[in-house]
């Protein structure tokens, strides 16, 4: 399957009286690495539930290669849309690579048996993940970190056209976040994330959106967009921002306050 097109259109999303998210328009083209940023209550995580379709907006639409994702059938989105969510993962009473196993369904009949084409994904997925070792491991019997990649895999065993994740390196060592990012990135696929870490967002993603108060206040690649001016006016800190001498990527360093007002 090739990459999709995502493109968000003046979405809202409210929550009684209370805008969650206040039209908001983002395009991700085909292949692209898009990274949402922004503090905690920013709106990132209520925005993507709008793609995968938990929340519906109030306005606004979700297009997915041109066509409304909320009126796609639910199968057919399954094959297209893939995601990895921040809410604690059930516990599955069943081995790794079952729980992997899962990401084929969309792309099975009622019935079918898993084929030598299903275990070569999931092998791939767990590699790609540096999981393939637990293969054989209970789900319910593995750390946070452990499960965090095994549900990774589980969604690029999946082969998404889009997949989007909201804080995927969440209870991830070092290693494990640069690991799983790079092979994201690596993806023939559209990927939209959310991450707190600036700087692995400065170095994976091709454009940032970066949410404040449900809104979109900047947008565009890292460098014209992680500037100290702007991250002052959306996180309330002082910072530094710097060219990274071996990777050419931005590299954010936040100040103290006692610093910042030095």
């Keep these: ?22 039209d908001v328009s983002l395009t991700a083209r085909p292949g692209e690495t898009i990274g949402l940023v922004g503090p905690n ?18 306005s606004g639409r979700v297009l997915v290669d041109g066509e409304d994702a909320w009126s796609l ?24 690579r079952e729980v992997v196993a899962m990401g ?17 994904f999931v092998r791939s997925a767990l590699t790609a993940v540096d999981a393939l070792h637990l293969a054989d491991r209970p789900f319910d019997r593995l750390s946070g970190g452990e499960r965090q990649r095994v549900l990774i895999a589980r969604a690029l065993a999946q082969r998404p056209a889009l997949l989007v994740l909201d804080e995927p390196t969440n209870h991830l060592d070092i290693r494990h976040q640069l690991s799983v990012l790079g092979a994201l990135r690596r993806l023939p ?14 170095y994976y993603c091709d454009r940032l959106y970066v949410l404040s108060g449900g809104a979109i206040t ?33 590299q954010v360093t936040f100040l ?3 610093a910042g007002d030095g």
């Design 41 to 58: 209550g920013s709106g990132k995580s209520s925005l993507l539930r709008t793609v995968y379709r938990v929340l519906r907006p109030g």
């Design 1 to 22: 399957m090739t990459a999709a097109r995502l493109s968000l259109d003046g979405v809202t999303l409210t929550a009684g009286a209370r805008a969650l998210v206040r």
């Design 189 to 202: 696929a559209t990927v939209l994330l959310a991450l707190h870490d600036l700087n692995l967002a400065a």
């Design 73 to 96: 059938p639910v199968r057919r989105l399954a094959r297209t849309v893939a995601a990895v969510v921040q809410e604690p993962a059930a516990d599955f009473d069943l081995a790794v």
């Design 218 to 250: 900047a947008s565009g690649p890292p460098a014209e967009v992680l500037t100290p001016r702007l991250l002052a006016e959306v996180y309330g800190v002082g910072a530094e921002v710097a060219v990274h001498p071996r990777t050419g990527a931005p």
């Design 256 to 258: 103290p306050e006692e």
């Design 104 to 120: 084929r369904t969309p792309h099975k009949r009622l019935l079918d048996g898993d084929t030598p084409e299903d275990a070569a």
